[in-house]
């Protein structure tokens, strides 16, 4: 075969002159060759490693280049050992170390000859042995902080061990570090990898309070590893100390105050000492405010028991020191689903349990938690249902569930007869319940103003769960529903019952006072409830209260506070505050509501106070009352502090916060340990946002004791938020429901 070489040519032509030119010389064909990558390491007796060998063609070459391989290490191989490549067509070879390879450093040449051209690609080959491997076994215990009440709740940890690299055997589990007073159960393991064992931690009654680390000792042979638990052990509770929060905002005043708390202070409130502990994960939104109860007996021991219930029908009993799920239940029957969402975003994506239930603890044989449901059948028939269940069980109470139904003489829509029909597909109990004398009171919403809905409130009778009363506040109109932003009915010590009504039909023109259809559309209520029959007793219409509703400017979308404040002469003023989406704070006498009054009289000329141009949007909210301070927040607004003076609130803010709260704003609630020790605790809450909770000082909103912003790395991140849910505080802990469970905030363990 001739050699691949083009030889130099000289090409010469002849000028007219005579005179030859200079020679022009053509280059030679040559190839270029390269390896990749240009170094590798080689574990003896492993697979081996690919390198790709390439030729590249300089000066339009075309041929084969035959490639060999030199300088393999003892024990190295190279498959192929010999081959041809061609520019375009690399060849990929296998370097491969045997057990018995020489350790060490070498350059492997490959060598690619064609013709008389010669040309080396070096590859850097580094044989190392496999590493050995020792059997070992990784430890895991969770969660890693726990809480013990002395007397009371256990705290748990999960141990575990799992196998790795071929270890058998079992692996024993040694704990030190546990305090006196504690008890931990069992004291010592012996795991099995793969299968977790549960260590409980009981404080005996004597215990003092403390922060301690738990180290879980972990052996195998000569292999060890550790573990640790943080484990705070808090005092014995008592009724003293710890209160229950069995209803809405702690109270039927729909207050907002816990001021039985005496473990969180303005002290230890700080992104150093108070954080996220925990999260209690549950089947869906929790639009309702969880709700508390101290050292109930649930399976023999006593537990502090936290209720959430959830937009998927559920509600759950939680230990609220541990997390430990104590019981579940579903109030949705098994041939039924939760309601769709109608459309509307309010309530979104499944109507389950949205208004907050109420506990009574002397119900029946062990308590009862009242809760109503929502819930669709395939044919598309709607229902609500109230329920009751025993609180430490779970199981439905045997005069339960009840189905919601109701007629009342009127001729609005879906009425016949001149009786009115309640529809429930247009309806939500969005309302927190009410328990009061014996009776529960339900208020009830609609969907997105959908549909030709009406206002309707009803009582049933607390020990046969049936109806004893029905009053519908638009018998003759339409609108008139109850949203009130999740807040409950409100009470008085004489029983009245107090709403606030959303825009809808009210009658200008007055019999004796009352308006002449019985329409009380977009109006501040006081009910009775005397020999279980409601009844408008009392109520405020602002002057312009048919504008308002034409335009949508319900008064009822925020909540109704009740509170009593003292003048200068000393006469106590039993006042209602409440404002909607005309930005108005309204003040009401509860002894005189002040009734309709035309502009022609003076504008509200009939109430007590009101204060105007302070809130920057509308409120969907509920205020909070405490010290003689009320705090208000609107949508898009700050949170505002308006102090009492005289019995009058200031008309302009004493502070407010540097944080502006986006809709729907915030309903706050506040611990305290009588009057002292105030915190205001706030939620950034948006279904399409991050929460955020926030601490204040009740003095001076500007001056903000935390928010779970501020811990690095995220360490207080919580997920999204919902609509309406307000802050639970209670026995040193902050409980905020989200789109998925319940978030609990505390001091963190030291």
């Not at 404002?579 to 003076?602: E, S, W």
Request: net charge negative; aromatic share 8%; proline share 5%.
């Amino acid at each position: 075969m001739l050699p691949a070489v083009v030889s130099a040519a000289i090409v010469v032509l002849s000028a007219c002159s005579g005179v030859a030119p200079t020679p022009i010389a053509t280059a030679t064909a040559d190839f270029g060759l390269s390896a990749t990558p240009s170094s590798v390491t080689l574990m003896s007796g492993a697979t081996g490693q690919a390198v790709t060998v390439a030729a590249s063609a300089l000066s339009s070459f075309t041929g084969s280049v035959a490639v060999t391989v030199s300088g393999l290490p003892t024990g190295v191989t190279a498959s192929p050992a010999t081959f041809s490549v061609t520019p375009g067509a690399p060849v990929s070879v296998t370097l491969t170390a045997a057990s018995t390879a020489t350790v060490g450093t070498a350059a492997i040449v490959f060598t690619g000859t064609s013709g008389m051209l010669t040309h080396t690609a070096t590859v850097t080959a580094a044989v190392t042995v496999p590493p050995v491997v020792v059997p070992d076994f990784t430890l895991t215990i969770a969660p890693t902080a726990i809480t013990a009440v002395a007397g009371g709740t256990a705290g748990q940890v999960s141990v575990r061990a799992d196998a790795l690299n071929g270890l058998t055997g079992t692996v024993a589990v040694a704990l030190s570090g546990v305090p006196t007073g504690v008890t931990a159960s069992p004291a010592s393991l012996v795991l099995t990898p793969g299968t977790a064992q549960t260590v409980s931690f009981t404080a005996g009654a004597a215990a003092l309070a403390s922060s301690s680390t738990v180290t879980f000792t972990a052996t195998s042979g000569s292999i060890s590893h550790t573990g640790t638990v943080a484990l705070t052990v808090q005092p014995a509770v008592s009724a003293a100390t710890v209160r229950d929060v069995t209803t809405y905002h702690y109270n039927v005043r729909r207050d907002g105050l816990n001021a039985q708390e005496t473990i969180l202070t303005p002290a230890n409130v700080n992104v150093s000492t108070f954080g996220k502990l925990n999260f209690l994960p549950v089947d869906g939104k929790v639009d309702a405010e969880p709700l508390f109860l101290a050292k109930l007996t649930v399976g023999g021991a006593p537990h502090n028991t936290l209720f959430v219930a959830t937009e998927h029908g559920s509600v759950y009993a939680f230990d609220a020191d541990t997390g430990a799920v104590l019981w579940q239940k579903s109030v949705i029957p098994a041939s039924e689903m939760t309601s769709d969402d109608h459309g509307c975003n309010q309530i979104t994506a499944e109507i389950g349990i949205t208004s907050t239930p109420v506990i009574d603890r002397s119900y029946g044989a062990h308590g009862a938690l009242f809760t109503v449901s929502m819930s669709k059948e395939v044919n598309g028939t709607y229902h609500h249902r109230l329920h009751a269940l025993d609180i430490t069980t779970g199981a439905e109470i045997a005069a339960g569930p009840t189905e919601i139904t109701a007629t009342y003489p009127g001729s609005g829509p879906y009425s016949s007869g001149g009786v009115v029909t309640f529809n429930p597909s247009l309806y939500a109990e969005r309302a927190a319940l009410l328990l009061q004398n014996g009776s529960l009171v339900l208020a009830f919403t609609s969907h997105c103003d959908a549909g030709q809905y009406t206002g309707w409130v009803m009582a049933y009778s607390e020990s046969t769960l049936q109806q004893t009363s029905v009053l519908n506040l638009t018998p003759n109109g339409v609108r008139g529903a109850i949203w009130m932003a999740g807040n409950g009915v409100a009470a008085d010590t004489d029983g009245s019952l107090y709403v606030l009504s959303g825009n809808g039909t009210f009658d200008t023109t007055l019999v004796n006072g009352l308006p002449q259809s019985g329409d009380y559309g977009n109006g501040m209520l006081k009910l009775s409830n005397a020999a279980g029959k409601l009844a408008v007793a009392d109520y405020f219409e602002a002057y312009d209260t048919v504008a308002q509703t034409n335009a949508d400017l319900d008064l009822g979308s925020g909540g109704e506070v009740l509170f009593d404040a003292t003048d200068a002469s000393g006469a106590v003023h039993h006042l209602i505050v409440g404002a909607g989406k005309d930005k108005t704070i309204y003040v009401a006498d509860r002894d005189n509501l002040g009734k309709f009054v035309p502009a022609t009289a003076g504008p509200n000329s009939n109430l007590y106070q009101q204060i105007s141009g302070q809130l920057t949007g509308g409120v969907f909210a509920t205020p909070a009352f405490f010290n003689g301070t009320l705090y208000y927040s609107a949508a898009g607004d700050a949170l505002k502090a308006f102090p009492l003076t005289n019995a009058k609130l200031a008309t302009t803010p004493a502070s407010k916060s540097a944080v502006l709260y986006g809709f729907p704003g915030t309903t706050p609630a506040v611990s305290a340990n009588g009057t002292s020790n105030g915190i205001v605790w706030a939620l950034q809450s948006a279904t399409s946002g991050p929460n955020v909770l926030h601490a204040y000082d009740p003095t001076n909103l500007a001056n903000e004791y935390y928010n779970s912003n501020q811990a690095a790395a995220g360490r207080d991140a919580f997920g999204n938020g919902n609509k309406f849910i307000t802050p639970l505080v209670v026995n040193g802990k902050v409980y905020v429901g989200t789109t998925n469970g319940v978030a609990v905030f505390g001091l963190l363990p030291k």
